[in-house]
Protein backbone atom coordinates (compact mmCIF):
# COMPACT_ATOMS: atom_id res chain seq x y z
CA UNK A 1 0.00 0.00 0.00
CA UNK A 2 1.37 3.50 -0.63
CA UNK A 3 0.27 7.10 -0.78
CA UNK A 4 -2.96 6.84 1.34
CA UNK A 5 -4.34 8.59 3.96
CA UNK A 6 -6.92 9.52 6.34
CA UNK A 7 -7.91 13.40 6.15
CA UNK A 8 -10.16 14.82 8.83
CA UNK A 9 -12.56 16.67 6.48
CA UNK A 10 -14.68 19.44 8.53
CA UNK A 11 -13.06 19.13 11.98
CA UNK A 12 -14.35 20.89 14.92
CA UNK A 13 -12.12 24.24 15.89
CA UNK A 14 -12.43 24.56 20.02
CA UNK A 15 -10.56 27.25 21.40
CA UNK A 16 -9.55 26.83 24.77
CA UNK A 17 -7.22 29.37 26.84
CA UNK A 18 -6.35 30.92 30.34
CA UNK A 19 -7.34 34.75 31.00
CA UNK A 20 -4.28 36.82 30.92
CA UNK A 21 -5.64 39.26 33.58
CA UNK A 22 -6.94 36.38 35.92
CA UNK A 23 -7.07 38.03 39.70
CA UNK A 24 -8.77 41.12 38.14
CA UNK A 25 -11.09 39.70 36.12
CA UNK A 26 -11.94 37.15 39.29
CA UNK A 27 -12.72 40.32 41.28
CA UNK A 28 -14.81 42.20 38.99
CA UNK A 29 -16.88 39.24 38.41
CA UNK A 30 -16.94 38.20 42.22
CA UNK A 31 -19.00 41.50 42.49
CA UNK A 32 -21.73 40.98 39.80
CA UNK A 33 -22.12 37.14 41.40
CA UNK A 34 -22.56 39.27 44.68
CA UNK A 35 -25.16 41.21 43.71
CA UNK A 36 -27.02 38.65 41.40
CA UNK A 37 -29.88 36.71 41.93
CA UNK A 38 -29.93 32.86 40.83
CA UNK A 39 -32.79 30.36 40.12
CA UNK A 40 -34.33 27.34 38.08
CA UNK A 41 -35.27 28.80 34.49
CA UNK A 42 -39.03 27.46 33.97
CA UNK A 43 -37.71 25.64 30.68
CA UNK A 44 -35.31 23.57 32.02
CA UNK A 45 -36.39 22.28 35.22
CA UNK A 46 -35.02 21.93 38.45
CA UNK A 47 -31.05 21.19 36.96
CA UNK A 48 -29.28 24.24 37.42
CA UNK A 49 -29.52 27.61 38.52
CA UNK A 50 -29.39 30.47 36.20
CA UNK A 51 -28.59 34.72 36.48
CA UNK A 52 -31.87 36.96 36.25
CA UNK A 53 -29.11 37.79 33.06
CA UNK A 54 -30.58 34.93 31.37
CA UNK A 55 -33.16 37.33 29.25
CA UNK A 56 -32.90 39.61 26.27
CA UNK A 57 -33.76 42.43 29.02
CA UNK A 58 -31.35 45.16 28.12
CA UNK A 59 -31.55 46.22 31.78
CA UNK A 60 -30.13 43.02 32.77
CA UNK A 61 -27.04 42.89 29.94
CA UNK A 62 -24.37 41.10 32.15
CA UNK A 63 -21.57 41.94 29.57
CA UNK A 64 -22.40 45.76 30.34
CA UNK A 65 -21.31 45.09 34.10
CA UNK A 66 -17.91 43.20 32.97
CA UNK A 67 -16.09 45.83 31.05
CA UNK A 68 -12.75 44.11 31.69
CA UNK A 69 -14.06 41.20 31.14
CA UNK A 70 -15.17 41.52 28.19
CA UNK A 71 -12.09 43.74 26.80
CA UNK A 72 -10.22 40.32 26.94
CA UNK A 73 -12.43 38.41 25.78
CA UNK A 74 -12.45 40.53 22.58
CA UNK A 75 -8.53 39.49 22.30
CA UNK A 76 -9.45 35.73 22.30
CA UNK A 77 -12.38 36.54 20.00
CA UNK A 78 -9.76 38.21 17.38
CA UNK A 79 -7.70 35.21 18.24
CA UNK A 80 -10.07 32.59 17.13
CA UNK A 81 -10.74 34.15 14.48
CA UNK A 82 -7.35 34.18 12.91
CA UNK A 83 -6.93 30.58 13.54
CA UNK A 84 -10.07 30.02 11.51
CA UNK A 85 -8.98 32.14 9.04
CA UNK A 86 -12.35 34.63 9.26
CA UNK A 87 -11.32 38.15 9.21
CA UNK A 88 -12.53 39.92 12.42
CA UNK A 89 -15.20 42.14 12.06
CA UNK A 90 -18.73 44.10 14.00
CA UNK A 91 -20.27 41.69 16.38
CA UNK A 92 -22.91 41.69 19.84
CA UNK A 93 -23.41 39.25 21.95
CA UNK A 94 -26.34 37.86 21.88
CA UNK A 95 -27.03 37.00 25.62
CA UNK A 96 -25.03 36.38 28.29
CA UNK A 97 -25.72 35.14 31.69
CA UNK A 98 -24.01 33.18 35.08
CA UNK A 99 -24.77 29.96 35.83
CA UNK A 100 -24.28 28.13 38.94
CA UNK A 101 -23.86 24.60 39.42
CA UNK A 102 -24.50 23.04 42.62
CA UNK A 103 -23.86 18.61 43.59
CA UNK A 104 -26.68 17.06 41.74
CA UNK A 105 -26.99 19.53 39.22
CA UNK A 106 -26.65 18.58 35.39
CA UNK A 107 -27.48 20.32 31.71
CA UNK A 108 -29.38 18.34 29.47
CA UNK A 109 -27.60 18.01 25.77
CA UNK A 110 -28.25 21.33 23.83
CA UNK A 111 -26.68 23.36 21.10
CA UNK A 112 -26.97 27.11 21.20
CA UNK A 113 -29.11 27.09 17.38
CA UNK A 114 -27.86 29.32 15.03
CA UNK A 115 -25.08 31.65 16.79
CA UNK A 116 -21.82 32.26 15.27
CA UNK A 117 -19.78 31.64 18.77
CA UNK A 118 -20.76 30.37 21.90
CA UNK A 119 -18.48 30.61 24.69
CA UNK A 120 -17.81 29.56 28.79
CA UNK A 121 -15.73 31.32 31.47
CA UNK A 122 -15.32 29.79 34.58
CA UNK A 123 -15.05 31.83 37.53
CA UNK A 124 -15.09 28.96 40.05
CA UNK A 125 -14.85 25.08 39.34
CA UNK A 126 -13.65 22.10 41.50
CA UNK A 127 -10.38 20.44 40.52
CA UNK A 128 -10.41 16.59 39.40
CA UNK A 129 -13.60 16.65 37.86
CA UNK A 130 -14.35 16.44 34.06
CA UNK A 131 -18.16 16.15 33.51
CA UNK A 132 -18.58 19.09 30.60
CA UNK A 133 -19.05 17.31 27.22
CA UNK A 134 -19.24 17.24 23.86
CA UNK A 135 -21.50 15.70 21.27
CA UNK A 136 -21.00 15.26 17.46
CA UNK A 137 -22.95 17.86 15.65
CA UNK A 138 -23.08 15.25 12.60
CA UNK A 139 -26.28 13.44 13.13
CA UNK A 140 -25.59 10.78 10.97
CA UNK A 141 -22.61 10.00 12.94
CA UNK A 142 -24.68 9.43 15.64
CA UNK A 143 -25.99 5.86 14.05
CA UNK A 144 -22.74 4.68 13.24
CA UNK A 145 -19.99 2.91 15.72
CA UNK A 146 -17.42 3.66 13.69
CA UNK A 147 -18.07 7.50 13.33
CA UNK A 148 -19.75 8.34 16.82
CA UNK A 149 -17.03 8.45 18.92
CA UNK A 150 -18.89 9.03 22.02
CA UNK A 151 -18.90 12.01 24.22
CA UNK A 152 -15.54 14.04 24.43
CA UNK A 153 -14.39 15.47 27.39
CA UNK A 154 -12.10 18.79 27.39
CA UNK A 155 -9.97 19.79 30.44
CA UNK A 156 -11.63 22.25 32.19
CA UNK A 157 -10.35 24.39 35.12
CA UNK A 158 -10.67 27.91 37.30
CA UNK A 159 -9.71 30.46 34.65
CA UNK A 160 -10.39 28.85 31.61
CA UNK A 161 -12.19 30.62 28.66
CA UNK A 162 -13.85 28.01 26.01
CA UNK A 163 -14.86 29.33 22.40
CA UNK A 164 -16.68 26.92 20.21
CA UNK A 165 -19.55 26.73 17.06
CA UNK A 166 -23.04 27.86 18.84
CA UNK A 167 -24.15 24.22 16.83
CA UNK A 168 -21.64 22.20 18.43
CA UNK A 169 -24.04 19.99 20.66
CA UNK A 170 -22.68 19.63 24.80
CA UNK A 171 -23.41 19.48 28.06
CA UNK A 172 -22.62 18.76 31.72
CA UNK A 173 -23.40 15.40 33.68
CA UNK A 174 -24.63 14.97 36.75
CA UNK A 175 -22.24 17.10 39.56
CA UNK A 176 -20.74 14.74 41.54
CA UNK A 177 -18.93 16.81 43.59
CA UNK A 178 -19.86 19.31 46.48
CA UNK A 179 -19.36 23.35 46.68
CA UNK A 180 -20.50 25.47 43.96
CA UNK A 181 -19.42 26.08 40.42
CA UNK A 182 -19.80 29.76 38.82
CA UNK A 183 -19.11 30.08 35.12
CA UNK A 184 -20.04 32.43 32.57
CA UNK A 185 -22.09 31.71 29.27
CA UNK A 186 -22.53 34.23 26.22
CA UNK A 187 -23.48 33.65 22.24
CA UNK A 188 -21.88 35.83 19.65
CA UNK A 189 -23.41 37.15 16.51
CA UNK A 190 -20.76 39.06 13.85
CA UNK A 191 -22.25 40.96 11.50
CA UNK A 192 -23.63 40.20 7.89
CA UNK A 193 -24.18 41.55 4.89
CA UNK A 194 -27.05 44.54 5.63
CA UNK A 195 -27.31 43.62 9.45
CA UNK A 196 -27.72 46.63 11.83
CA UNK A 197 -27.33 45.43 15.20
CA UNK A 198 -28.36 47.25 18.29
CA UNK A 199 -25.34 46.51 20.38
CA UNK A 200 -21.91 46.80 18.53
CA UNK A 201 -18.85 45.61 20.82
CA UNK A 202 -16.03 46.32 18.06
Known sequence: M??????DIYPTPVYCADVSNFDTIQNEIKGVIDRSNFDYHSGFGETHKLSEHFSTDVTKYLMGDLPIFSNELNGHISRYCQQLNFGIR?????NSWMTLFEKG?????????????????????????EDFFFESPVEGAKLSAAYYGGRIYPPTHTGLLMLFPGWLYHGVDKIEADGKRYSISF????????????????
Request: aromatic letters at 22%; a negative charge; proline letters at 2%.
Open 187 to 202: NIEFKKFNDIFPVNVL
Open 90 to 94: EYQFV
Open 2 to 7: KNWSVQ
Open 105 to 129: DYAHIHSHNDVDFSGVYYYQKESDT
